[in-house]
Nanobody, 119 residues
Framework: QVQLVESGGGLAQAGGSLRLSCAASGLTFSRYAMGWFRQAPGKGREFVAAIRWSGGTTYRAESVKGRFTISRDNAKNTVYLQMNSLKPEDTAIYYC????????????WGQGTQVTVSS
């Protein structure tokens, strides 16, 4: 029902910046939050940041506090991840996801966008 498409990934040097976008199409009965996750080579999926759709409350992993900012544009059904002060350990595939109010997990996922940070 809901389709998520990420964009904005690419190559950056340490200390640089990238801005990821996730555009949602279709409808969900009750959108609770949208979030960003990442998966580095050889590692499991890791939570990065999330934003509650209604009130805009944000959450971030400790590893990205002060560097990454999540935001949304309700009119565009789009969530963003502004990534500053990038580190090589930020290299991963970044996934956008959507969570419904009644769900204990994220129900819809994008295909991911590659972020590579060189030293």
């Amino acid at each position: 029902q809901v389709q998520l498409v990420e964009s904005g990934g690419g190559l950056a040097q340490a200390g640089g910046s990238l801005r990821l976008s996730c555009a949602a199409s279709g409808l969900t009965f009750s959108r609770y939050a949208m979030g960003w996750f990442r998966q580095a080579p050889g590692k499991g999926r890791e939570f990065v940041a999330a934003i509650r759709w209604s009130g805009g409350t944000t959450y971030r992993a400790e590893s990205v506090k002060g560097r990454f900012t999540i935001s949304r544009d309700n009119a565009k059904n789009t969530v963003y991840l502004q990534m500053n002060s990038l580190k090589p350990e930020d290299t991963a595939i970044y996934y956008c996801a959507e969570r419904g109010t009644a769900s204990q997990e994220y129900d819809y996922w994008g295909q991911g966008t590659q972020v590579t940070v060189s030293s």
